[in-house]
Each structure stands twice: as structure tokens, then as C-alpha cells.
């Protein structure tokens, strides 16, 4: 019997209903229809981009196990999407991905010096053949510069981060430290930064990796008594991109090698490029000798977007997903969606969700619901260095003076206000928080609390330094 598209879906979905639950499969399966089968390749048709990215993330596996069980191993899936939601057009369209055109990542060859022959030299990510070694870039080809928006916020990052993508390890951006709060771009924009190299110089070696796996990948080659073998591997690299790199804080033996591997790079021309949730002069328990590299180059912050980069960053999501919506609603969430990109996201993604699979038309109450439930949702987090951060700026100090010895009277003050926020708003206890806040004990802590409350009683000028503060921080 000569297969169709019909009837190999309808043997794949048979396949994926016997191993998710129902409710899964009724909302992410019984939409789809079977298009087109040719060769070893099935067309199915999705209603949205969102429906195609979250099959994607979430069931890419089965439907590659069932299609395989179909058409052998060398089976193809595909999507079409027709856009439904375009509102002042009654005419739907069709578009086929992949949307970024933008082929996956090739893994790298790297030819390690024949001394390296001991078969126990492995790649942290693959283990290789004995002298070819295979290196997965680890990008996400989806971080591009097209999608991420430049703005008043981002400016400066940006456009150092574009100057390092055209001239790897050439300019004085050596290494790139890209500093910022939570959500506003940073992984975004060092992954751009590294499949720009990949696109510009394919024969680089680019490698991103997080802190944390690095951390663990060294923890491992201690233990199997190849640490040499770990520093030589990243030696081989020519971009090295270390995301959270705050991560390596009070690890000394991490520290230490990411010291020596550093130093190889930056001698030898190699491109480093790194992201934090703080500036070096914020950074607890990293070496002095760590920190002061990290000032060699430029350190670029990320700042929250402001509301005409908000109206663009949602303009770019709709035009990504073939959706359109009025004006008014854009809007109405960059007006109240002010935190950081990944909330502006999560909202405006929510919302076209509600809209798609309620068959619900976009509407301003329908926003202001969305919106509303979602910025109730999200719990803002406060840390002692970010509150440290904002009372040192409103008093215009810096970090190191406000945790200083000194007992002038402005830094006491506004040490004594870190100490009393830092136990408002966050879960430390008093020795945590007088450890962070100058190396104080949890007495100190607990003496600048009581100190704070009597002086909002009887100062109004201390009183008013109070709610600006705490303005600053609720935001």
C-alpha cells in the first residue's frame, strides 16, 4: 500500500497520543494537518509561529521517534504555517520555515598537536577521535543582531559587540564584558555576537558556554586527573564566550585555570567575550588578578529598555509570528511592561496565545487582563548587590566606598540604609547580609535596622531618602 501524508500522520499521531496526556494532545495535535509527503519528508500544517516554536521545544523528540518509526532514519518533518491572525486582511497566508533562514551550527574541526595522541584528551562537549576534534559551537542561530533591537538601553553594547563580530580578538573590545540586570539581552546579544563571527569567519573556532558548565567540565577533569587537558582544549579556541561568568565567584580552582586559559587567549589574539549581572568593580569573590583583566577591555552595561524600544521589541515579535494587532494594545503593554525584555516577551507571547486558542480577538481588555495576571505573576528579584548598587548611586558613591571602613557620617547613613532594605526585601539572614554589606557581623546589621526606623521618626530629611529608595527599588 503506497503511503500519503494522511496516513503516515495518522500513524504518527496514533504513536504520540499512547505516550502524552490528552489535554496535550488535543490542544498541540488535533489542530495539525498532514499537507505533503515527499520522499522521506512530511509537510504538516501549524495555525501560528508560537505553535510551531513551543512543538519545537517541547515535542521535537517524540515527533522525530514517530516520524522515524514511518520513514526510516533519514525522515524529515516540516512545517507550514498559515497566518490567521492578521487582522484587516481576510485572506490567510501560508509561510515555510525554517523562519531564520539560518542553517544549524556546523560543528568545528580543530587538529590538536600530536603530543595530545593519549586517547583520554576529551572534548568537554564530545568525545573526540584521537587527533580530529569536533567542536559544536554551542550558539543559538535564533540570537541574531537582526533581532536584537538596538535602543537608547542597549546602544553602547550593541555597537561594540558588532565592532568584535567584524574583527575578532583586532580590537581594543578585549575581553567584552557585557554587565546587566536579569532579562535585559545579555545571552541574546553574546550569542549574536558569536554566530555573526561564524557567518563573517567560518574557519574561526567560536565556543559559548555558561559559567556553570564550565565550572563542572573543570570539576570533572580534577577528578579524572586531566586538568592539563582541560586548559589545552580551551586554548584551541579562537572566540571563547562565557555566559553568567559571576557564576565563578569564591571558586578558586575554576578561577585559577580560567586565569591561565584567559591569559593564553588574550596573549595569543584570541577573542573572550563575557556576560555578568554585575560590573568587575560589584563582583564578590573574584580574584583581583581575574578582575583586573576583566578591565582591560570594555565593559559595556544593559540598561531597561526604554518605552519607544519596548513599542519596537513588541512590533518585532508580532512581525516574527505573522501576527498583527492595533496599535493601542502595543501600546498599552509597553506602557506597562516595564521591567525587562524577557517580561515584555512573555507578555505580549501570552496574549497572542489567549488570542489564538481562545479564537478570541485581541482587544484592549483582553490586554489589560493578560497584563494584569501576568504582572502580578512575576515576583521581582532583589539581591544585596543590586540594592547595594542603588543606595551607592543615590548617594552618589560607589560600591567599594559604601562597604568601606570609613565612619563618615553620608557613607554610615547609606550603609546602614543597604543593611535595612537588604533585610527588607530579600530572604538573608543578618549574617549574610553584614558579610556582603563591608564584612559586618549580624550585630551590626541588626543596630543599623533599629538606627533606620528611629531616624524615619524623627528626621524628615532621612524619612524622604527612605521612600526615594524605595521607590528606586520597586520599580
Not at 520555515?97 to 542553517?103: E, G, I, V, Y
Not at 567560518?202 to 586527573?225: G, H, M, R, W
Not at 543596630?447 to 524619612?463: G, I, Y
Given at each position: ?5 494522511q496516513?503516515v500522520?495518522d500513524n504518527?499521531l496514533s504513536?504520540?497520543?499512547?505516550n502524552?496526556?490528552d489535554?496535550?494532545y ?8 498532514s499537507?505533503?509527503?515527499t520522499?522521506n519528508?512530511l509537510y ?6 508560537f505553535?510551531?516554536?513551543w512543538?519545537?521545544e517541547h ?20 512545517y507550514?504555517?498559515k497566518m490567521?491572525n492578521?487582522?484587516?486582511?481576510k ?8 523562519s531564520a533562514?539560518?542553517s ?6 580543530v587538529d590538536?598537536?600530536l603530543k595530545n ?7 568537554p562537549?564530545v568525545?573526540?577521535?584521537i ?5 559544536e559551537s554551542?550558539l543559538n542561530?535564533?540570537y ?12 553602547l553594547?550593541?555597537?561594540a559587540g558588532m565592532a568584535v563580530a567584524n574583527k575578532?580578538g583586532?580590537?581594543?573590545f578585549n575581553?567584552l564584558?557585557?554587565?546587566g ?7 541574546h546579544?553574546?550569542?549574536a555576537?558569536?554566530?555573526?563571527i561564524k ?5 574561526k573556532?567560536?565556543?559559548y558556554?555558561?559559567a556553570?558548565?564550565?565550572t563542572q ?8 586527573n ?7 582544549f ?7 564566550i562565557?555566559d553568567d561568568?559571576q ?5 578558586s ?15 595569543n589574539g ?10 568587575p568593580?560589584?563582583?564578590q ?8 583583566r ?13 518605552y519607544?524600544t519596548?513599542?519596537?521589541i513588541?512590533k ?9 494587532m ?6 498599552y ?12 516577551e512573555?507578555a505580549?507571547i501570552?496574549l497572542i ?5 481562545n479564537?478570541?480577538?485581541?482587544t484592549i481588555e483582553l490586554?489589560k487582563?493578560?497584563?494584569e495576571?501576568?504582572?502580578k ?10 540594592i547595594?548598587?542603588?543606595v551607592s548611586?543615590y548617594?552618589q558613591l560607589?560600591v567599594?566606598?559604601l ?8 557613607v ?12 527588607k526585601f530579600t ?10 554589606i ?5 550585630a551590626?546589621?541588626?543596630?543599623a535596622c533599629?538606627?533606620v526606623d528611629?531616624?524615619v ?19
Amino acid at each position: 500500500m503506497n503511503k500519503t501524508a494522511q496516513s503516515v500522520w495518522d500513524n504518527c499521531l496514533s504513536f504520540i497520543k499512547d505516550n502524552i496526556q490528552d489535554q496535550a494532545y488535543k490542544t498541540w495535535f488535533e489542530p495539525i494537518k498532514s499537507v505533503e509527503l515527499t520522499d522521506n519528508a512530511l509537510y504538516i500544517q501549524v495555525p501560528s509561529k508560537f505553535f510551531y516554536e513551543w512543538l519545537e521545544e517541547h515535542y521535537v523528540k517524540l515527533l522525530k521517534v514517530a516520524l522515524t518509526k514511518e520513514l526510516g532514519k533519514n525522515a524529515k518533518l516540516l512545517y507550514k504555517i498559515k497566518m490567521e491572525n492578521t487582522y484587516g486582511n481576510k485572506q490567510p497566508f501560508t509561510e515555510q520555515l525554517p523562519s531564520a533562514n539560518r542553517s544549524p551550527m556546523k560543528p568545528q574541526n580543530v587538529d590538536a598537536p600530536l603530543k595530545n595522541l593519549d586517547p583520554e584528551l576529551k572534548n568537554p562537549f564530545v568525545i573526540p577521535g584521537i587527533r580530529n576534534l569536533k567542536i559544536e559551537s554551542q550558539l543559538n542561530a535564533n540570537y541574531s543582531f537582526d533581532n536584537f533591537l538596538e535602543g537608547d538601553s542597549n546602544r553602547l553594547a550593541r555597537s561594540a559587540g558588532m565592532a568584535v563580530a567584524n574583527k575578532p580578538g583586532g580590537t581594543s573590545f578585549n575581553p567584552l564584558l557585557i554587565f546587566g540586570g536579569v532579562g535585559l539581552g545579555k545571552t541574546h546579544l553574546a550569542h549574536a555576537i558569536g554566530v555573526e563571527i561564524k557567518d563573517k569567519y567560518p574557519e574561526k573556532t567560536v565556543l559559548y558556554i555558561s559559567a556553570e558548565i564550565f565550572t563542572q567540565q573543570y570539576i570533572d577533569s580534577v577528578k579524572k586527573n586531566n586538568r592539563n587537558d582541560f586548559i589545552h582544549f580551551y586554548q584551541l579556541i579562537d572566540v571563547l564566550i562565557i555566559d553568567d561568568v559571576q557564576f565563578l565567584s569564591g571558586k578558586s580552582g575554576t578561577q585559577d585555570v580560567f586565569f591561565h586559559i584567559f591569559n593564553y587567549l588574550h596573549q595569543n589574539g584570541k577573542q573572550v567575550i563575557l556576560t555578568s549581572d554585575k560590573a568587575p568593580v560589584d563582583m564578590q569573590d573574584i580574584e583581583q588578578r581575574l578582575l583586573s583583566r576583566f578591565k582591560w577591555g570594555l565593559s559595556a552595561e544593559l540598561h531597561q529598555p526604554d518605552y519607544e524600544t519596548r513599542i519596537s521589541i513588541l512590533k518585532n515579535i508580532l512581525y516574527r509570528d505573522g501576527v498583527e494587532m492595533p496599535e493601542e494594545i502595543i501600546e498599552y503593554v509597553a506602557r506597562n511592561i516595564k521591567s525587562n525584555v524577557r517580561e515584555l516577551e512573555g507578555a505580549i507571547i501570552s496574549l497572542i496565545a489567549q488570542s489564538s486558542f481562545n479564537k478570541k480577538e485581541v482587544t484592549i481588555e483582553l490586554a489589560k487582563s493578560v497584563v494584569e495576571k501576568f504582572v502580578k505573576n512575576v515576583k521581582r528579584e532583589i539581591s544585596i548587590d543590586y540594592i547595594q548598587k542603588i543606595v551607592s548611586d543615590y548617594f552618589q558613591l560607589d560600591v567599594e566606598t559604601l562597604q568601606s571602613k570609613t565612619r563618615k557620617r553620608h557613607v554610615v547613613q547609606a550603609r546602614q540604609l543597604a543593611m535595612f532594605f537588604a533585610k527588607k526585601f530579600t530572604k538573608s539572614s543578618l549574617a549574610n547580609i553584614g558579610s556582603q554589606i563591608g564584612d559586618r557581623d549580624h550585630a551590626t546589621v541588626l543596630h543599623a535596622c533599629k538606627t533606620v526606623d528611629n531616624l524615619v521618626a524623627t528626621d524628615k530629611q532621612f524619612k524622604k531618602f527612605v521612600e526615594d529608595i524605595h521607590k528606586k527599588l520597586t520599580l
